[in-house]
Each structure stands twice: as C-alpha cells, then as structure tokens.
C-alpha cells in the first residue's frame, strides 16, 4: 500500500521541492495543505496550483485567519504575552493552528506521516513536532531540510532538474515569517549584530520618525477580549487588521532583538507587530484598573511562563492548560475601554475607563472630598516595617557581640 504524506506547505522554494523528493524518497503520495493565517503573501489559489504543479496528488487550502486571531492571538493577549518580555510570539502562536489542521488532514486522507519545511537550527522543528506529538503520535514526521541535509543549492538544483514551476532565481537576504499577528526577519546581513536594520527590511509598519498626525483610537474589551475599535464591533480578524493598518502607519511594534532560541543558541530578529504590541499595551493597562493587587503580582509570573511555553512549542501542555485556566478566571472583570495616542513609533494610553474599576476617586484624591483616613496610615507603617526593624537591632546585637 503506498504511503501517504501530508506536507505543511507553504509555496515557496523548500516545500515545492519537498513535494516530488518526498515522493522519490518514501515512495509516497503527497497531500499538500497550506493555512492562510493572514500571511498576506501569494493569493492561495497560485499556491494550491503551484503545490499540484510539482506533482502533489492533492492541494488543500485552510482559510484559518478568524480562527488565528481568535484562539491564537487573543489568548496571548489576555496572557500579556511577550517573549523575554519584547517578541510578541508572531511565527509559535501560528504552528499549533497549523498543526492542528495537518492532523485533521492526516486523518480525512489516511496519511501516515506529516513532513514540515523546517531546519534543525530553528525553534520550528520542535513547535511542530511537540504538537504533533500531542495531538497523533502514531504520525511520522520527516523534515526534508534537516533530516536529508536539504541545502538551499540542493534545492535550487533539483528543482531545475525536475522543471517544477517555482522562480529558482530569485534569492532574498533574508528569512522571512509573517502572518497576521506580525512578521519576523533574519539572516543575511541581520546576522552581524553589530548592523543596524535598514528600512528595506520592513513591511508592516511605516519609519516612526517621518512626521505625521497622531491617531487615537479606543479599544473596547469585555472579559479580556478587544471587541471593538472606536465604538465599532468589529470580528477578532478585523479588529488586529485594522490596528496592523493604524497602528502600523505610526511605526508601531517594531523589535530589534538577540533572543534565546529553543534549541540552545542566540538569534538576532527583527520583528514587526503593530496590533499586537497596541493590544497587549492596552491590555496591560485595563488589568491594572480591573486586578487586585496579589492577582495581579501573581499573573506576571503566570504570563511569563505561558509565553515562555508557547515559544517552546508546548501549547498542547497540561501546564498551559492550568495557567489558561488561571488567566480566564482572571480575565472576568477585564471589561472596558482604553484609549491610546498611536504616534512616533508608540502606543501611548492616555485614558481608561471600566464599570469594573478598582480605582476609587474619592479614596485616590488629595483634594476635597478625601475618603482615605491617614491617621491609620501610622500603625500600619510601624507594623510593615517591624520585621526589618527587629532585623536591624539582631545584627547591631551580633555586631557588638564580636567586637
């Protein structure tokens, strides 16, 4: 019986050349599927027939753009997520997503291995392998480029030979990942960390020292979810592409980063995510009128480590699962509106407002009106601050004693 592979497939060089290999190599049909996650590259169609062209028995395309920016995006935005506390997860919230549609291809075409494009060097390998892990075990996986030694010059040579309709030609400096949360850069001359970016590199967002008119924009949230931009509802996918747009016009989200790799090495990124860095700023900022103050301490470690558990590719982990529940929970009074200044590369809160506020006017003011009664404030103070004072007076005592 012949083999079936279901290859995650992106269009591009690599993936095109995996088809008709994987095919050589395992003596197997290959089912290609590509997930449109906003990636705003190639229209899908050009995809799927360029995927049948280099002799796919069968091309599948998944519009998962809602779904991401519902079940991806917004989850990290809730857990505030930002990686080493700057990159805002663009390229691992997308590989659960895309991992969860191979299985379900897996699954309708009886395939019994699932191949992905990526090298041994990347943090992908192990987000895509982790899930499939999770979620079928009984699946192989075979990454071409890592597991055959599949060089960029291998590539470009068997693609020739083959005739495959992909543009062999034509090579970019760099790597370049992007979806609808945001888009990733590296390698070429990135690779000196001494180099500056240079403008040519970005797409998503406009040079922040151009001079231009701030945009102020209200974000709307209920339970922890944006829900509106500006009074206007607005679906989960319409709502990050119309901050990506703003947002983006004003230079916003742009990261200029080493960051600690999965597999144990730096990597110098260049990043651009103008609705998430807004998000997650606004976000951040109703928290702080609707958590109580141990909440909040608390969720700051919780945060961390589910975002540190995402970029390690364990979003199908029983950990996350138990700080999503922690967070959801959290999330119940995170319900209101912040407004921000997009402008000059920031996202700038100038106002919030929420019914479920913990901020008390009249106990907050210095002014007429003041409910706060400072003649307790002095017991309080003495007792906060006994431990230290007993400490103080044990080592003057130990002091005194070995002089």
């Known amino acids: ?207 922040p020292a151009e001079a231009r008119e701030a945009d102020d924009v209200v974000i709307t949230f209920i339970g922890g979810k944006p829900v509106a931009l500006d009074g206007v509802k607005k679906s989960a996918f319409e709502l990050i592409q119309e901050l990506n747009v703003r947002a983006g016009a004003q230079g916003i989200g742009r990261i200029d980063m080493v960051e600690d790799r999965l597999v144990g090495i730096k990597s110098r990124e260049v990043y651009e995510s103008p609705a998430g860095i807004t998000l997650i700023a606004a976000h951040m900022e109703l928290e702080n009128v609707t958590i109580e103050r141990e909440q909040a301490r608390f969720k700051r470690t919780v945060d961390q480590r589910w975002g540190e558990l995402v970029y390690d590719g364990l979003w199908f982990s029983p950990l996350k699962d138990s700080l999503e529940a922690f967070i959801d929970d959290v999330q119940t009074h995170v319900t209101g509106e912040v407004r921000l200044s997009l402008h000059a590369g920031k996202a700038t809160v100038t106002g919030r407002r929420s019914e479920a506020s913990l901020y008390d006017f009249d106990l907050a003011t210095y002014d007429e009106g003041d409910a706060f009664d400072q003649t307790n404030a002095r017991g309080f103070v003495e007792l906060w601050s006994l431990p230290a004072k007993l400490a103080a007076a044990r080592n003057e005592r130990i002091k005194a004693e070995a002089a």
């Open 1 to 207: 019986m012949t083999e079936k592979v279901v290859l995650a497939y992106s269009g591009g060089l690599d993936t095109s050349v995996a088809i008709p290999y994987l095919a050589e190599q395992l003596d197997a049909e290959v089912i290609a599927v590509a997930i449109d996650v906003g990636q705003n590259g190639e229209d899908m169609d050009v995809i799927k027939q360029r995927a049948l062209g280099c002799g796919a028995v069968a091309a599948e395309i998944v519009d998962a753009r809602e779904e991401f920016a519902a079940d991806y995006c917004f989850p990290a935005v809730a857990a505030n997520a930002l990686y080493m506390d700057r990159y805002p997860l663009v390229s691992a919230l997308s590989r659960p997503l895309i991992v969860k549609h191979l299985v379900a291809a897996a699954e309708k075409h009886g395939a019994t291995i699932v191949s992905h494009g990526c090298t041994g060097k990347g943090n992908d390998q192990v987000r895509f392998e982790a899930g499939l892990a999770a979620l079928a075990p009984h699946l192989k996986v075979v990454a071409p480029a890592r597991d055959f030694a599949w060089t960029r010059d291998k590539a470009i040579a068997f693609a020739e030979e083959k005739s495959l309709p992909i543009d062999v030609t034509k090579k970019s400096p760099y790597s370049i990942d992007q979806n609808l949360w945001g888009r990733a850069v590296e390698t070429g001359f990135l690779e000196d960390i001494w180099n500056g970016p240079i403008e040519d590199i970005y797409d998503y967002t406009q040079s």
